[in-house]
């Protein structure tokens, strides 16, 4: 079967690097990424971006606002990005989110039909009024009525091994990644399990997490399935994007 990954990014943010990675000076420019991935039996997005609104108005992400700079123009929300690919937003068919922080569902409302998957102990952090707040987790973009598909640990979505959740605990709750397997290779998608890979590398953590053991056991399995020949596309690397939103990395 033919599986194809089409890469997108849906806006930028600029924040200080200590806010990402503890003690690093300077400032980060991070590209915000969602991925189209093509199987025979259905499409799926992998992360949806930031939320549209945030192209006029930041106060939709409240106190966050403050930390960062958002380039994000129309054209770039989620819907824009695959309407520029030929790609009816309502013809998607499953929408995975690694978790819920606000750079990760903002497009939620963008794909009406898709069934949401999500590790179901990152739906009970979104439902938790303490979680919530630690995390600043907003219900409005990610709790909108879709289908939805609670999974636990890991998850082939096709049944065949070419796209499969893969639960990457640490960064918050229930946080997973993807895994997708093409002909030219094995592909993951880290999220915010892995920022950039300099975290892979040095293993240098962001200065908050849920949990830094299970962090630091996702990083050491990411060295592993790197050396074993898979290739990741880490959550936030501006190394491995263009300035027009296209990914750096070769995927043939």
């Not at 890469?7 to 930028?12: A, H, L, R, S, T």
């Not at 959740?165 to 999220?191: I, N």
């Amino acid at each position: 079967m033919s599986v194809k990954i089409q890469p997108m990014v849906c806006g930028w943010l600029e924040t200080a690097a200590a806010g990402i990675l503890a003690n690093e000076p300077g400032r980060l420019k991070l590209p915000i990424p969602s991925y189209l991935i093509e199987h025979p039996k259905g499409r799926v997005i992998f992360d949806t971006g930031l939320h549209r609104e945030l192209q006029r108005d930041s106060s939709r992400i409240g106190p966050l606002a403050k930390a960062f700079t958002i380039e994000f123009h129309a054209g770039e929300e989620l819907a824009g990005r695959l309407a520029a690919r030929g790609v009816d937003p309502s013809r998607i068919d499953y929408m995975i989110n690694s978790h819920l922080h606000f750079d990760h569902v903002g497009g939620n409302a963008d794909l009406p039909n898709a069934k949401l998957v999500v590790q179901r102990r990152e739906w009970e952090a979104g439902a938790d009024p303490d979680l919530i707040r630690r995390n600043g987790y907003n219900r409005a973009d990610f709790d909108l009525g879709h289908q939805l598909q609670l999974i636990d640990g890991e998850q082939d979505l096709f049944g065949d091994g070419s796209v499969v959740c893969l639960p990457t605990y640490g960064h918050t709750a229930g946080h997973q990644s993807l895994r997708v397997r093409t002909e030219s290779g094995e592909f993951v998608m880290t999220a915010d399990s892995c920022y950039m890979r300099k975290v892979l590398e040095e293993m240098v953590l962001p200065p908050f997490a849920f949990s830094y053991d299970a962090m630091r056991e996702v990083i050491e399995r990411y060295r592993k399935m790197e050396r074993a020949g898979a290739r990741l596309i880490f959550g936030h690397d501006a190394a491995q994007w263009r300035p027009d939103g296209s990914l750096a990395v070769p995927l043939a």
